[in-house]
């Protein structure tokens, strides 16, 4: 229960939590039969009826008087997929300002192929969340406090799933070399038998049993650490081609059904929120 306390209390894991929610509203909208489940389940409710008729008496009217039917489900449930991607979006209000630090410090530190394609993951990440946020007065809708307008918001919120499909690319070549480079290096112990000994020179049966034993401990350890390293990695790298689908679909690159995406995105949301649950362990 601390451990979910802490999980939830932290902003990475409630936008972990708001996104499985997300996730779940996407694919019942994408599969018709989960909607038609849900519309039966929602109407066996006690009071369910009573309950929407006095939301249809309202203003604005999200359902009609009655029973629900099943357009009226896909209604809410698009009403409250849009809520939880406006709550998301407010929690991530200012992370573009830790991408462009995460990029600049990678930047200054150099490296190899596999530290500038993170450089660029970085940067266009940064780029998707900074539009996400100059878009924000548009994207809550308040009037009069539009900045951009329609027309403007929508251009500017494909170029910020296509900054985001670029950053998942970049991390996802990224996580292949990483993941090869760990394939490829071999344990070679560091001496020899007898390396560097002066002539005449022996050791000690124990002490030779025991380096014996130290560098057998500290290889199997190595083993470990590049095991977890490993499965880190294939965590990352699967979660990231997954998450393609979302703005590739966005941005018209791929095709893929609405209920798959959602369906990738409930599983990435799990392979990445892991990581930040084991944090609080």
């Known amino acids: 229960m601390q451990q979910f306390i802490r999980f ?20 019942l909208l994408g599969v018709p039969l989960l909607a038609i489940t849900a519309t039966d389940w929602i109407n066996s409710l006690p009071s369910t009826v009573e309950f929407f008729s006095s939301l249809a008496a309202s203003e604005k009217p999200i359902v009609a008087a009655g029973p629900l039917k099943v357009a009226d ?10 809520k939880l991607a406006l709550a998301r979006r407010t929690v991530r209000l200012f992370w573009f300002l830790g991408s462009f630090q995460a990029a600049q410090q990678l930047y200054s530190n150099g490296g190899g192929l596999d530290v500038w394609l993170d450089v660029a993951s970085r940067s266009f990440n940064g780029m998707y969340l900074i539009l996400e946020t100059v878009t924000m007065p548009d994207v809550v809708g308040t009037p009069h406090l539009r900045l951009f307008g329609p027309a403007l918001s929508a251009t500017l919120n494909l170029e910020a ?14 996580s292949c070399l990483k993941l090869l480079a760990t394939y490829g290096q071999a344990a070679v112990p560091e001496t020899g038998d007898g390396f560097g000994a002066k002539v005449g020179e022996k050791k000690k049966k124990g002490g030779a049993a025991e380096d014996k034993a130290k560098k057998e401990a500290a290889g199997v350890a190595l083993a470990k650490q590049r095991s977890a390293k490993r499965r880190a990695l294939l965590r990352k790298l699967t979660a990231d081609i997954l998450d393609m689908a979302a703005p590739g679909v966005v941005v018209g690159w791929m095709d893929v059904d609405a209920g798959m995406v959602g369906m990738a995105m409930f599983v990435t949301t799990l392979l990445t929120g892991y990581d930040v649950w084991k944090k609080f362990a």
Not at 15 to 27: D, K, W
Not at 73 to 82: C, E, I, R
Not at 162 to 168: D, T, V
Request: hydrophobic share 50%; with cysteine.
């Open 8 to 27: 939830s209390s932290d902003q990475l894991g409630l936008e972990r939590i708001l996104r499985l929610f997300q996730s779940i509203t996407q694919i």
């Open 73 to 82: 489900t896909l209604l809410l449930l698009g009403d409250l997929k849009g």
């Open 161 to 174: 799933q296509r900054f985001w499909l670029l950053a998942l690319i970049c991390a996802s070549a990224s």
